[in-house]
């Protein structure tokens, strides 16, 4: 079966970083777009990061630009979303997921979903 785990997720104090992993399994991660989604508890989930399979472009919510970072290791078959400067309303849990169609910020996009790795920003 394909699939994608998270890991890295953990509680980091205010202007921290963070670096989540996901590795993909049964597939290889460069022919999928990917994207990094988050939920918090009560909220929809939103689109934070992801990457175009068609030509490497990356797409940041206006929340995160200039805070995060993704990036991919095809070695590793491992996608990472960098995060520094964390804020509270960063806290949630994060997914990964992955799309044979390219990639948006828009959950409905994606095909196959990661587990979630939870990220808590204290107050």
């Known amino acids: 079966q394909l699939q994608l785990v998270e890991s890295g997720g953990g509680l980091v104090q205010p202007g921290g970083s963070l670096r989540l992993s996901c590795a993909a399994l049964?597939?290889?991660?460069?022919?999928?777009?990917i994207g990094w989604f988050r939920q918090a508890p009560g909220k929809e989930r939103e689109g934070v990061s992801c990457?175009?399979?068609?030509?490497?472009?990356?797409y940041y919510a206006d929340s995160v630009k200039g805070r995060f970072t993704i990036s991919t290791d095809n070695a590793k078959n491992t996608v990472y979303l960098q995060m520094t400067g964390l804020k509270p309303e960063d806290t949630g849990v994060y997914y990964c997921?992955?799309?044979?169609?390219?990639?948006?910020?828009?959950?409905?996009?994606?095909?196959?979903w990661g587990q979630g790795t939870q990220v808590t920003v204290p107050s």
């Open positions: 990457i175009s399979s068609v030509d490497g472009s990356t």
């Open positions: 997921a992955a799309s044979a169609d390219g990639a948006a910020l828009s959950p409905g996009w994606y095909t196959y």
């Open positions: 049964g597939f290889t991660l460069d022919y999928y777009g």
